[in-house]
């Protein structure tokens, strides 16, 4: 059995009559990476803050190892809990060099100079001890904040929304370097971020939270193919949704019927949760759709057509062939999988 690093059990936080986080559980393993995922506003900082012990939960309990941290009657203040953070904004002293910065939080009974060597060595920082934060590179800015949390050797590491403030071609180099550090140090990391594909990339399972609730916990294969709730679906790769009914062996819907396994009774009515990636565009001057829009997008484009229900879907094409807004097709349910669905409200 796992080693459990962190464990939060129905954490309840109200700003004023604002409720942020509410009955919100979570656990993460020893040395694994969890991302906590979720549009702005949902609970995801709030619940990081809660862990690192910067605000205290109205109800709930967080356990760091075995070691309960905040709960009735008990709340640990954050130096004291063995949890590293990487804040938004890095938050390095302008005034002290980059060894300072890294050596700041450890302790005096260790060989500090020795391990701010270790660790900016880790993050592939050796040989810039002696600059300030002004003459790096926001890249290398983030590395040094990732040194001085992973100086002390935390128990957990966590990080908000880290790669935020950089542009997009850094952030994507980032990402792969952070990672291939977090898992040089053995790190168990909670990891926030309002990023699909960043979350997915990242964690070895992603929390996905909604108005302060944690709908879903799961790997990330199976939080995008298997979403336990609608707006999972919905928030994991932009699914639209097509009507239809369960049948025995499959789901019927506007686009034709599609074989597959079915969780609710035959003649319910259901919400096929669908991606662009799942139809096909068949040019036919005789078909029943109709483009009303082309969106470029450099490899691929992606089309919005209208059905004759009304409904409007999204649909891949190869950048090789271009349809104009106006035309008519045929629109193909191809997904290759079973479609999560979900009961229509009615």
């Not at 009774?265 to 259901?270: D, E, F, K, M, R």
């Amino acid at each position: 059995m796992n080693e459990i690093a962190v464990r939060c059990e129905n954490l309840k936080k109200t700003f004023q009559t604002n409720s942020a986080v509410h009955n919100a559980s979570v656990s993460v393993q020893k040395g694994e990476i969890m991302a906590l995922l979720g549009p702005s506003g949902c609970g995801k900082t709030t619940t990081l803050r809660m862990i690192a012990g910067f605000e205290r939960p109205d109800a709930g309990r967080i356990y760091v190892g075995e070691r309960l941290v905040a709960g009735p009657g008990c709340f640990v203040p954050p130096e004291q809990r063995q949890v590293g953070m990487v804040f938004q904004n890095y938050a390095l002293f302008p005034h002290m060099s980059v060894s300072d910065n890294v050596a700041y939080g450890l302790s005096r009974k260790v060989d500090r100079r020795a391990c701010v060597a270790e660790t900016l060595s880790l993050v592939g920082l050796s040989g810039t001890e002696k600059r300030m934060p002004h003459e790096l590179s926001g890249g290398q800015q983030q590395r040094v904040a990732l040194a001085r949390a992973l100086a002390p050797k935390p128990r957990v590491l966590l990080l908000d929304e880290p790669f935020s403030g950089l542009d997009e071609g850094l952030r994507d180099q980032l990402r792969g370097d952070v990672l291939q550090i977090l898992r040089q140090s053995g790190a168990t990391v909670i990891l926030v971020t309002h990023n699909q594909e960043e979350a997915l990339f990242l964690g070895d399972r992603v929390a996905v939270m909604h108005d302060g609730v944690v709908e879903q916990v799961a790997a990330p294969e199976q939080l995008y193919a298997q979403p336990a709730s609608r707006f999972v679906a919905e928030f994991m790769g932009s699914a639209f949704f097509l009507h239809g009914v369960a049948r025995p062996n499959g789901l019927e819907t506007e686009l034709g019927f599609l074989a597959q396994a079915v969780n609710v009774a035959s003649g319910t009515p259901i919400e096929a949760a669908t991606r662009p990636d799942d139809l096909t565009l068949i040019a036919d001057p005789a078909g029943p759709a109709r483009i009303l829009n082309t969106i470029y997008r450099g490899g691929s484009y992606l089309y919005e057509v209208q059905l004759p229900s009304g409904n409007v879907v999204r649909c891949e094409g190869p950048h090789t062939v271009r349809h104009a807004a106006g035309e008519a097709v045929r629109i193909e349910l191809t997904p290759g999988h079973g479609l999560a669905h979900f009961v229509r409200p009615l």
